[in-house]
Antibody, heavy 112, light 107 residues
Framework: QVKLLQSGAALVKPGDSVKMSCKASGYTFTDYIIHWVKQSHGKSLEWIGY????????NYNEKFKSKATLTVDKSSSTAYMEFSRLTSEDSAIYYC?????WGQGVMVTVSS | DIQMTQSPSSMSASLGDRVTITCRAS??????LSWFQQKPGKSPRRMIYGATNLAAGVPSRFSGSRSGSDYSLTISSLESEDMAIYYCLQSIQYPYTFGAGTKLELK
């Protein structure tokens, strides 16, 4: 069955970066683009961007263009998102998704 | 960016009630509209795609419809397991955008 398994929660300091992973299984990794979505506490969902695992092509929400970097490792069927120059506004849960299937989310807490 | 205006923001209903949640798109999105259910501490689950198509494994009491730029999610007979927050998503244009959510509670 399709699964997207994300890395564990992260506690990071303001100004630092965090890199989270999303390991896909149960389907051909390069057949589906992977989206990343942010959910701040108690709030709605924001689309960050997507990466095409086949080509490596990306498309970012303008709001996150200077903040997020999406990459993939085809050999391990894993997608990555690096979030840089973190502030308290970046504390949230981050999901990877195929839209029809979602990872379990990564809680990122930015605190000194 | 396409704005998705979702209403109501919250509602309470009784078991067995018919419930309807609506999203209005600021531009034409055709049928590129999905509905998601999110329970506390869980990831969103896609319920409806293509505005009217039931996702695999979703109970038949859920349905989606479209009238012009208004999209609706209807639960024909509310069950206790349906208590959740529901979001719409437009996927015709990047950036994808979600509605603000509707919190469905038991009366």
């Amino acid at each position: 069955q399709v699964k997207l398994l994300q890395s564990g929660a992260a506690l990071v300091k303001p100004g630092d970066s965090v890199k989270m992973s999303c390991k896909a299984s149960g389907y051909t990794f390069t057949d589906y683009i992977i989206h990343w979505v942010k959910q701040s506490h108690g709030k709605s969902l924001e689309w960050i961007g997507y990466i095409n695992p086949y080509s490596g092509g990306t498309n970012y929400n303008e709001k996150f263009k200077s903040k997020a970097t999406l990459t993939v490792d085809k050999s391990s069927s894993t997608a990555y998102m690096e979030f840089s120059r973190l502030t308290s506004e970046d504390s949230a849960i981050y999901y990877c998704a195929r839209v029809d299937y979602w990872g379990q989310g990564v809680m990122v807490t930015v605190s000194s | 960016d396409i704005q998705m205006t979702q209403s109501p923001s919250s509602m309470s209903a009784s078991l067995g009630d018919r419930v309807t949640i609506t999203c209005r798109a600021s531009q034409d999105i055709g049928n590129y509209l999905s509905w998601f259910q999110q329970k506390p501490g869980k990831s969103p689950r896609r319920m409806i795609y293509g505005a009217t198509n039931l996702a695999a494994g979703v109970p038949s009491r859920f349905s989606g419809s479209r009238s012009g730029s208004d999209y609706s999610l209807t639960i024909s007979s509310l069950e206790s397991e349906d208590m959740a927050i529901y979001y719409c998503l437009q996927s015709i244009q990047y950036p994808y955008t979600f509605g603000a959510g509707t919190k469905l509670e038991l009366k």
